[in-house]
């Protein structure tokens, strides 16, 4: 894989599906996680890095300011879109950043079709929350893998200790 500057890692979705059509065509296992990634923290670094080792390509989904403020509250985001997206493009392991709008991943999914869909250890089976996406994944054959969790840390926890320490 050619190494892009980190900003050239932050593409529109007409090149991200050019790509993944060249991957498809050579058989190349593309990878898919997606997330806020509002604080990079420790946690991120670690799933990204285990979500690049399933395949030839690692690329990020990053909820919009505008579905991250849906999601999670009307004081966050903490840091606008293109600040996360130029953390996580500067981060290795990513091989491409692609901006979403919609506050869960299944429209990005279904346009994408990753081999493999990529989700944090809350969510596997048997105990685990349901992964509202897992009819597009398993409908178009991708699979859906779980990352391992680093306990203790998180974005909302960074959040609290930091207010604690204010």
């Not at 991250?68 to 953390?87: D, F, H, T, Y």
Request: proline content about 8%.
């Amino acid at each position: 894989m050619p190494t892009w500057k980190p900003r050239e890692k932050i593409v529109d979705w007409p090149t991200l599906l050019t790509v993944r059509e060249q991957f498809r065509q050579t058989g190349r296992t593309v990878v898919w996680t997606n997330g806020c990634f509002d604080l990079l923290h420790p946690g991120h670094l670690s799933s990204l890095a285990s979500a690049r080792q399933l395949g030839d390509l690692l690329i990020v989904g990053l909820n919009s300011d505008a579905s991250v403020k849906g999601n999670k509250g009307p004081l966050r985001p903490i840091l606008s879109q293109g600040e996360r997206a130029e953390m996580l493009a500067a981060v290795e392991c990513v091989d491409f950043v692609v901006v979403f709008d919609e506050p869960t991943p299944e429209a990005a999914l279904a346009k994408l079709q990753p081999d493999v869909h990529c989700k944090g250890a809350e969510y596997a089976p048997p105990h685990g929350r349901p992964v509202p996406e897992r009819a597009i994944v398993e409908g178009y054959g991708g699979k859906i893998a779980y990352l391992p969790l680093v306990a203790g840390v998180s974005t909302t926890d960074l959040i609290a200790r930091i207010n604690r320490a204010a």
